[in-house]
């Protein structure tokens, strides 16, 4: 059981303290904490809406299970908590700080299921549930957290707060549809993709930590 825990838990930790680390202004840890722990909960209302759609027979399809049944659910609800939780905070007060928060709801996620799936399936799958679902997770955060940073940051914020979801949304979609209509080959088609996906989000990554915070008068602006 220890193991599992620790193999479930270490990718997400490391993920974690590699973007965090990266902030030149770093976040409060009990917020932090809090957020991650936010993520974690959300396991449990998306699992049990899963459930409703499967046993009122709306999977089976390709396309529904990949955007409905599986990305609409978990990334709405990021991002609805993103911008319950975190987007109003005064602790938010730099484009980073989005990817910062954004991806420790992601990961909060991811660690859950993570653990879940290993007890159920067995820690030999511990190496590639890191490569793949738990490391996706945290990068379609990081682009979640890249439009909430320029929401905050910006004047097109109406813009980016849709972005924040709808890019998250494909992008989760895309990856599970690639899981779903390629059952046998998935590594060559998810390797490319993992690997644009790095690429992606690294950049808004370098992007983001370059930014300059909000200055005093445009918090009292936003309202922050």
């Known amino acids: 059981m220890f193991a599992i825990l620790s193999a479930g838990i270490a990718p997400a930790f490391a993920l974690m303290s590699f973007f965090y680390l990266k902030d030149r202004y770093s976040e409060p840890l009990p917020l932090l904490i809090r957020t991650f722990i936010i993520g974690c909960l959300l396991v449990f209302p998306i699992m049990f809406i899963q459930y409703v759609l499967t046993t009122e027979g709306l999977t089976g399809n390709p396309i529904i299970e990949s955007f409905l049944y599986t990305s609409l659910t978990e990334e709405f609800f990021k991002w609805f908590l993103f911008i319950y939780t975190i987007y109003h905070h005064s602790e938010f007060d730099a484009h980073y700080d989005g990817i910062v928060y954004a991806v420790a709801i992601s990961l909060g996620f991811a660690t859950v299921e993570n653990v879940l799936y290993l007890f159920t399936n067995g820690i030999e799958y511990a ?25 905050k940051t910006s004047e097109h914020k109406k813009r980016n707060i849709t972005l924040a979801f709808i890019i998250p949304f494909i992008l989760h979609g895309t990856y599970n549809y690639i899981l779903n209509i390629v059952p046998s080959n998935w590594l060559l088609f998810l390797i490319p993709f993992m690997i644009i996906l790095w690429i992606v989000g690294l950049r808004r990554v370098k992007i983001a930590s370059e930014a300059t915070p909000l200055t005093m008068f445009q918090k009292k602006k936003q309202g922050a």
Request: net charge positive.
């Open 127 to 151: 190496f590639s549930r890191a490569i793949f679902p738990v490391s996706s997770h945290a990068l379609i955060g990081v682009i979640m957290g890249y439009y909430f940073g320029k929401a």
